[in-house]
């Protein structure tokens, strides 16, 4: 079983189904993703596709699994039905539904979605300079910092304290069970 945000998952640990099959690290050394396709198509005529880190799917730990059921219901059509790939603390993009074929490689998959999209840039990267075939710009895997402010709220008049402070409240989570350190927080975006 996984949980995700607002569901529970049901199905096979993906390490036990590679292992079922033969599949190991000692056998395959040079594996470093797992490539998933669905069965749902882009305009190009490509199904959607993404890849994990080999050693994100072979941890028992990690509860990588191929989602049979949600809410201990057979997985909806929506949700991916028959078969999805849920790997928590990934980035949604990764968790790929209605999955149709997977493939041990040495590389990162060649899906526009993971070698064209989700990437992680500098802040000095814009649409005008952007170079997605750059090696800097990397696949986004982990689920990145979320924060979100919750008091004081939107429109809201408050009172500045001695040394120039504002009393905050919110959340913040990561993915893949990383530490948050710190939220920064400018008034000027």
């Keep these: 079983r996984s949980s995700g945000i607002n569901a529970e998952y ?4 993906l390490c036990d189904v590679l292992k079922h099959y033969g599949w ?35 941890d028992p730990r990690q509860d990588v699994i191929l ?8 997985l909806p059509r929506d949700h991916g039905y028959p078969v999805r790939l849920v790997a928590p603390g990934v980035v949604g993009a990764r968790n790929v539904k209605w999955v149709g074929n997977m493939t041990i490689s040495h590389e990162e998959s060649h899906s526009h979605w ?4 989700y990437k992680g840039f500098n802040p000095s ?4 300079n952007v170079d997605f075939d750059n090696k800097t710009a990397v696949s986004i895997q982990n689920q990145p910092i979320n924060s979100m402010v919750c ?3 939107n429109g809201e008049t408050i009172t500045v304290l ?20 710190r939220v920064d927080v400018t008034l000027d975006g």
């Design 10 to 13: 049901g199905g096979p640990r």
């Design 24 to 58: 190991s690290e000692e056998k395959y050394p040079e594996a470093k993703h797992i490539w998933v396709d669905g069965l749902d198509f882009g305009p190009d005529g490509t199904p959607y596709g993404a890849s994990i880190l080999i050693e994100k799917a072979m």
């Design 67 to 74: 989602a049979l059921t949600m809410n201990g219901e057979t």
């Design 114 to 117: 993971q070698r064209r999209d």
């Design 125 to 128: 990267i814009d649409w005008h």
């Design 151 to 153: 008091d004081p709220l």
């Design 162 to 181: 001695p040394g120039n402070k504002i009393p905050l409240r919110g959340y913040a989570y990561s993915g893949a069970g990383a530490k948050v350190i």
